[in-house]
């Protein structure tokens, strides 16, 4: 391990349970998105990490969605937030039970508006319930419909079930953003060496209705951004 990287992992522990603090003490959706943000600069400022969003002109600037990205690092949900921080949009993430439990990312995880996904419950109705809570007091649901994080050579793995499922069962319209760059390789390269500054690009789609069926979302996703 480097020094830098030492030193980074050091920064990313102090800021994240800062700022998971700062999210437990603030309860409205308005608050937690700028917490969110200021979060996201803080640490991707860090790295020297530039987000490039292509197509800003497709971001709505308000209404709920569900918004679905393909998922290829830690830093993910940081490159969304600052892609749609200039839109009026707050979307609770489907997190996994092991960043709740998380000592690195569990405060922030619990208290950023997340909504748990047990995989090892025997039903599904809590989960479920949870989102139609959310989406009832005005939030979108933010996703990333591959389930885990793309360790492939392949740009996007196969999409879950669920998202769809989500989408329809909340009458939400699909909001697609897919993140172009190498991110994993770009995170590596500048948790290594963060002077050089680096760019990652993240494309806003158009809108997909919920209730379009002609052609799987999955299909549909890789047709908007010219996926092979």
Known sequence: MTFNQIKMAIF????????GFKLK???DSIDKKRIRIAYATAILNKLNIKIKVINTDKLPQDGQYLLASNHRTIIDPLIVELA?????????????KELYNSLFF???T???GSILLDREASK???????????VKDGNSIYIFPEGTRNKTDSPVEEFKEGAQVIAIK???PILPVYIRSKANEVLMAAVKDSDEQRIIEIEIGDII??????LPFQEAYKKQFNII
């Not at 990313?12 to 700022?19: H, L, P, R, V």
């Not at 749609?84 to 996994?96: D, E, L, M, P, R």
């Not at 599904?124 to 959310?134: L, R």
């Open 106 to 108: 569990g405060m922030f």
């Open 25 to 27: 003490i603030n309860k």
């Open 170 to 172: 909340n009458k939400l």
């Open 209 to 214: 209705d919920y209730k379009d069926r002609t």
């Open 84 to 96: 749609t921080k200039n839109s009026k949009i707050f979307g609770y993430w489907i997190a996994k």
């Open 12 to 19: 990313s522990i102090i800021i994240t349970n800062y700022y």
């Open 124 to 134: 599904m109705s809590g989960f479920f319930k949870d989102i139609k809570s959310c």
């Open 110 to 112: 619990r208290n950023g």
